[in-house]
């Protein structure tokens, strides 16, 4: 019938419209940005110049280059163990916000406490570090007052402990929001239901409760995951420069104008992160949980 | 009852101010079906988390298998508890469910008789070949008897059933009234079950246990409790009855309809006149009654299949309701807003006062 297919037809340029807003941005500033950093990596870079001749140099020399290698190690290895880090600190963390707390009100409170760092500056969150960690930074005064250290620990600072330290506590809260949320969506009789069955705490935990919040951990995990990958500013504030993160080496490259090379790790670490949130979603079907 | 599988007495809980249960007691056989029935609020859901061992009594004890086990921990109880919204395990399976007690309780049993006696159970409750699905994927009524089977895997010797029809459809839940007591009769365990239906409560119950405001109101057999409640407040949860206020005075009752003679009263908080549905007749406005009766006009009526309800509406705007039970014959038919003279025999009538003459 004619009016059914002018309705179909109604609906499908609402859909159209709708759409047309979130396409046109994306490609603006997602996709053609992309392209143009796939494209760009295969330029021809010389010292003061760079011509769009195709060329795999920029390439190649990243990947004979131990300095550039050795930084994507790194990075891979300060992500798994921040991601570790925020784990092992933000799941009793949420376990607490959001099953323990049984009143509704007092649990949102604590998870604002949480987010309340967040009203200062990424930079003052880092740099706050320092004299926390320096060599006559709060935490080795405290600790040769007590007496407990005879001389200030001096890998508290400018090294890759305290670029993870740093890290850990700035991207904690992402770990702990999704989980928490996970946690008090699960229905109270449940566990109720497991331990009136017979399962001891540890059984209920492993077998109910981890479980039903896994969807949470993913979702904290790519969070902190993004964000950890795409570092520079903790690692360049809090390192003396001694760890370098693929985000650095681009900050670098950029500053000299190396643009191709820039480009190269910017493709590496996006081909990264793609690898990381891919393997994390096949974790749970996340679709089933929304 | 032959012998008694549970016994409370005297058991008190309080919320803050309020009296969620005012010393209960009460005592259950063996291979018996007990219904607890009251409007919300009641307590029921409260007596029956006193009984899992999920609140602990503020005074009274709790005892089971002739064992006070006021003090012991739910799960060391033996006690099974079915929730009213299933409380399954959304991300396992029917089999997993069922089989949880028995994997990770104390049970000491291996895998493969885990899983014997999980799809045996599963067989019991009539779900065999769904033992693979997850539990998001099975009816509403397929979830209520996995939650039974996953209770009735432990062998518990009582099971707590909160509101268990609750949550399915009109259709569902009469399917389910017959199953449950099928089940359980195979089992030969005893049921508790909390409901706030007076037809669940009276269709199911070997014994119906009616409480209100925290407090048991009255025990006894459905007949018992349809025949001779117990106070006015039994005869409204019943649903069944026409109460009239009045005054009870010199063995007379004086209402609305007049003064009639009574011959036997119940002893009860305040003086009620009851009447049942189907014990009222509806007779032309100019009949002679032969005896006590009342003005009302005709609103409507509801065909219930095996009778017809009728609604009239009484001069102080009081609904009085008359039950036809189809089998008796034709029922009358009214006219929308005529009067009529509602009458009933004054021997049939429950009276309840103060000044019983019992």
């Known amino acids: ?80 163990i921040v991601l570790a880090c925020t784990f092992i600190v933000g799941y009793p963390t949420a376990l607490f916000v959001g099953l323990f707390v049984k009143s509704k009100t007092l649990s949102t409170v604590l998870l604002v406490i949480c987010v309340i760092p967040f009203w200062t500056s990424f930079l003052i969150r880092v740099l706050a570090w320092r004299p926390m960690l320096g060599k006559e930074g709060a935490i080795n005064i405290v600790l040769l007052k007590l007496g407990i250290i005879q001389q200030p ?19 904690c809260v992402f770990m702990v929001g999704p989980i928490a949320f996970m946690l008090s969506r699960i229905d109270r009789n449940i566990i109720e239901a497991a331990r009136d069955l017979g399962a001891g705490f540890g059984r209920i935990f492993w ?26 500013a903790t690692s360049g504030a809090l390192s003396g420069r001694k760890v370098n993160l693929l985000g650095n080496i681009i900050v670098t490259q950029v500053g000299s104008l190396k643009w191709a090379m820039a480009s190269v790790v910017g493709v590496i670490l996006t081909v990264v992160m793609g690898i990381v949130i891919a393997g994390l979603l096949r974790i749970v079907d996340l679709k089933r949980e929304l | 009852m032959d012998k008694s599988v549970f016994r409370l007495d005297g058991v008190t809980k309080r919320y803050g101010d309020l009296v969620a249960l005012d ?58 508890f079915v929730f009213q919204n299933f409380a399954l395990f959304p991300h396992l399976t029917v089999i997993q469910n069922v089989g949880f007690g028995l994997t990770h309780g104390k049970s000491g049993l291996s895998a493969a008789e885990v899983e014997k006696r999980s799809l045996e159970m599963i067989e019991l409750v009539g779900l065999s070949g769904m033992e693979g699905r997850g539990v998001d994927q099975i009816s509403g009524g397929q979830r209520q008897r996995v939650a039974l089977a996953r209770t009735l895997t432990m062998n518990p010797k009582l099971v707590l059933l909160d509101e268990p029809l609750g949550a399915l459809d009109a259709n569902l839940r ?48 459905p007949g018992e409790i349809y025949d001779t409640p117990a106070s006015p407040d039994v005869a409204h949860f019943l649903n069944r009855f026409n109460l009239f206020d009045g005054t009870l005075a010199g063995g007379r009752f004086n209402a609305v309809f007049g003064s009639v003679a009574v011959p036997h009263a119940v002893r009860a908080g305040k003086d009620v006149y009851a009447v049942r549905y189907d014990r009222m007749r509806a007779l032309a406005p100019t009949a002679d009654p032969q005896g006590p009766a009342i003005k009302a006009r005709f609103i409507a009526s509801e065909y219930l299949g095996s009778s017809m ?26 006219e929308a807003r005529q009067e009529y003279l509602l009458t009933w025999n004054p021997e049939q009538a429950i009276v309840f006062g103060r000044e019983a003459a019992r």
């Open chain 1, 207 to 232: 077998k109910i409760i981890f479980p039903l919040s896994l969807p949470g951990v993913v979702v904290g995990a790519i969070f902190v995951s993004v964000m950890v990958l795409g570092e520079f």
């Open chain 1, 1 to 80: 019938m004619s009016g059914e297919i002018s309705i179909q037809k109604r609906q499908s340029n609402t859909t159209r419209w709708l759409l047309a807003p979130g396409i046109i941005w994306m490609s603006l500033f997602l996709v053609v940005p992309i392209l143009m950093i796939v494209y760009v990596s295969f330029w021809t870079q010389t010292t003061f110049n760079i011509s769009s001749d195709p060329t795999l140099a920029s390439w190649k020399q990243f990947f004979s280059s131990d300095t550039y290698t050795g930084s994507l190690w790194t990075t891979v290895r300060i992500w798994l």
């Open chain 2, 23 to 80: 010393n209960a007691s009460l005592e259950a056989g063996e291979n018996e079906y007990i219904s607890f029935l009251g409007p919300s609020g009641s307590g029921k859901t409260t007596l029956l988390r006193v009984i899992a061992g999920f609140e602990p009594p503020e005074a009274g004890r709790v005892f089971f298998n002739g064992r006070d086990i006021t003090n012991v921990p739910a799960h060391e109880r033996g006690i099974g």
């Open chain 2, 309 to 334: 309800m009728n609604f009239f509406e009484a001069e102080d705007g009081h609904v009085i309701e008359l039950e036809h039970h189809l089998s008796l014959g034709t029922p009358q038919s009214f």
């Open chain 2, 174 to 221: 009469s399917r389910m009234r017959t199953e449950l007591r099928a089940i359980r009769e195979r089992l030969g365990v005893t049921f508790v079950h909390v409901t706030g239906s007076e037809n669940e409560a009276l269709a199911m119950g070997d014994r119906v246990v009616v409480l209100d405001r925290g407090k048991i109101i009255q025990i006894g057999t």
């Open chain 1, 153 to 171: 620990i001096e890998v508290l600072l400018f090294t890759e402990l305290s670029v993870i330290i740093g890290m850990t506590q700035i991207y």
